[in-house]
């Protein structure tokens, strides 16, 4: 019985010295976790203070995500909350220089007027606007509005090739690259199998800046019209040329050339008669809820 009592004293004792740790831990841990509430809010661990302005880490959580997993983040951080402190002392001055002027406010409504209008315009567009664009829709638009495609300078449909210096057939095969008759696929055979290059796509149209890029500036403007032909070398490469189609400045430019704009063009005519219609429905609307009331006679 003796050896029992013992025991249970010191399990006693033994209990007691675990409950004051335990309690000891849990009044550290409740003030270490008032300090850190002091700092933490919903929207995370506040860095820093200027007046009644404050930045938490979460603001700056668009600049940590490039940070890589084995990255310094205070390397990031640092420098974004000095620059952050820097602007929001200068703001603070500002809103003591100018707290009581009307100018500020009007101008801060009519801007947050403004972003508003736009926010909703933009959300109804992407809801209602109809992008689908027919092949058909883009060749009317583009004949009914050719004054608005017009060339700011000469532009060019062309076959230009690069092909080895000394090869055996490379005049048979400059015969076929000038020979209008041969379908631009055959063409290509031909020079693929001569170990050609296709240095303008025959397919593409081209403005004369280009072109002279393209050729080291080796044709002047003047000796650009449909047909012409030139050979030249350069780097012991043999160059030929045939013009196949072209547009001289002021002169409306092809669909081709211009289909990107032209699909450009349609989505905001679109969009500027759908935004027409939605402010329309939206005052009328409003007119039959009595909402709009108009004093002035």
């Known amino acids: ?29 409740t003030v270490t976790s008032c300090d850190n509430n002091a700092l933490i809010t919903n929207r995370g661990e506040l860095l820093a203070e200027v007046g009644d302005k404050k930045l938490y880490k979460s603001d700056l959580d668009h600049l940590l995500r490039i940070v890589g997993p084995d990255d310094d983040t205070s390397k990031v951080i640092k420098p974004a909350i000095e620059n952050w402190v820097r602007d929001q002392a200068f703001l603070l001055e500002a809103e003591k220089k100018f707290e009581d002027t009307p100018s500020i406010d009007r101008k801060v409504e009519k801007y947050r007027a403004a972003l508003l209008r736009h926010e909703l315009e933009s959300r109804l567009v992407i809801e209602k606007l109809d992008t689908a664009i027919t092949a058909v829709q883009k060749r009317r638009f583009h004949e009914y509005n050719t004054e608005q495609f017009i060339a700011p300078e000469l532009h060019l449909k062309a076959r230009l090739v690069k092909l080895p210096e000394g090869r055996g057939n490379i005049w048979e095969v400059r015969n076929q690259i000038y020979d209008l008759d041969l379908s631009e696929k055959e063409v290509e055979e031909k020079v693929d199998e001569a170990q050609g290059l296709w240095i303008m796509n025959p397919s593409k149209w081209y403005s004369y800046r280009e072109f002279s890029i393209l050729t080291n500036k080796e044709i002047s403007v003047e000796n650009i019209i449909p047909g012409y032909e030139f050979s030249y070398v350069s780097e012991n490469r043999r160059f030929f040329l045939k013009v196949v189609e072209v547009v001289e400045e002021g002169e409306p430019l092809p669909l081709q050339r211009v289909e990107d704009y032209v ?19 939206l005052y009328q609307r409003e007119m039959r809820n009595n909402n709009i009331k108009i004093h002035y006679q």
């Open 263 to 281: 699909r450009q063009l349609i989505l905001m005519e679109r969009r500027n008669e759908l935004t027409s219609r939605i402010r329309n429905d």
């Open 1 to 29: 019985m003796e050896i029992v009592r013992k025991k249970t004293e010191r399990t006693g004792v033994s209990g007691s010295i675990l409950k004051a740790i335990a309690l000891i831990m849990a009044i550290s841990f």
